[in-house]
């Protein structure tokens, strides 16, 4: 942490706000000299006024601290940091006048320590919290499955493949752009193949995913795992379908599709649904706008599924596109 990355980026959000540094002052109640000196790194400001400060920037302290803006950091990670603010502008105010300067640098740099630690560490532990969070929903959905019987099992998958055929019959070219599936017959989607709340996972051995696969590519679904895209099959095999599972990449807290950029062709990955395993290798890398959707229609004579991700980091102006085709399943090892 930076005192004059930190003041550079002070005066470039008070200026894109079209603030003066008199103006920042008066609505924190201090000198405009005092924010001069912030923006050249001369010192930081007073413990208490970074979250006034970042509040009135519009950003949050931790982006304060880190001296740019993260879309990534997790709310939980904002409110601890504001909670040792708030404790360490406390610790200084229950001090007697005498020890005030000495308490205030004390007060201010174990803060700053706290809060840096924080924000070096919270990737890690936030990924490894995440990564616990969508194991324990694939341990479930797995005992949910232990629960049922055969003929249950066959229902579901008899629903899912009566959907797939109904999919494929549908003649409107843009129906993965409109959500024109939504409009077949007597479809509750969200219930076909829910079990325990997913409908199976994804295993890619070769760069370590494992994720519960989802209905839908909502924020609340992606936030646990990846998602099927509206209006492609359900994964569970067979020629003219071709579903495509989505997954967030870059996210610091949430390892998802992260390393799905480092797949290459030939790897082998596995939809897991029920009690059936299918595998696919990959077979076709691709990049293309998120408007460009021939790759993801059904393909009469394969057996097919594609993953996709946004990219590049941060810009996400495109879509990556791992396609596996369906192989014979056997057991596989790791050989990367």
Not at 22 to 36: H, P, W
Not at 186 to 214: A, C, D, H, K, Q
Request: proline share 4%; glycine share 6%; charged share 25%.
């Amino acid at each position: 942490m930076s005192n004059e990355k930190m003041g550079l980026f002070i005066a470039e959000l008070r200026k894109s706000q079209n603030m003066t540094q008199k103006d920042l002052a008066e609505k924190l109640n201090v000198t405009d000299k005092a924010v001069s000196k912030w923006e050249r790194g001369l010192c930081y400001p007073d413990i208490a006024l970074l979250s006034p400060l970042a509040s009135t920037l519009g950003i949050t302290a931790g982006e304060l601290l880190n001296g740019e803006k993260d879309e990534n950091t997790n709310p939980d990670t904002n409110q601890a940091i504001d909670n040792v603010l708030q404790y360490a502008d406390k610790a200084v105010k229950i001090r007697t006048k005498s020890t005030r300067k000495r308490t205030v640098l004390t007060a201010t740099g174990v803060a700053m320590l706290v809060i840096s630690l924080m924000l070096m560490f919270y990737p890690n532990m936030a990924r490894w919290r995440n990564v616990r969070a969508q194991q324990r929903i694939i341990q479930y959905a797995d005992i949910a499955t232990l629960s049922l019987s055969q003929a249950e099992i066959d229902e579901h998958f008899r629903r899912a493949e009566e959907f797939n055929t109904s999919l494929r019959d549908l003649q409107t070219e843009d129906a993965l752009l409109v959500g024109a599936w939504a409009d077949l017959p007597e479809v509750n989607y969200y219930s076909i193949l829910n079990i325990n709340g997913i409908m199976g996972r994804l295993e890619i051995p070769s760069v370590n995913i494992n994720l519960p696969i989802l209905h839908g590519t909502t924020s609340a679904a992606l936030d646990r795992g990846a998602g099927l895209l509206e209006g492609t099959a359900f994964p569970i095999g067979g020629y003219g379908n071709h579903p495509v599972i989505f997954a967030n990449s870059g996210m610091r807290h949430a390892p998802l599709f992260n390393d799905l950029e480092h797949i290459e062709v030939g790897d082998i990955f596995f939809i897991v649904v029920l009690d059936r395993r299918m595998a696919y290798e990959v077979d076709s890398i691709s990049r293309i706008l998120p408007t460009e959707v021939n790759e993801l229609r059904a393909i009469p004579d394969a057996d097919v599924v594609t993953l996709v991700t946004s990219t590049p980091y941060r810009i996400n102006s495109h879509r990556l596109l791992v396609r596996g085709r369906r192989i014979e399943y056997i057991s596989y090892t790791v050989t990367r």
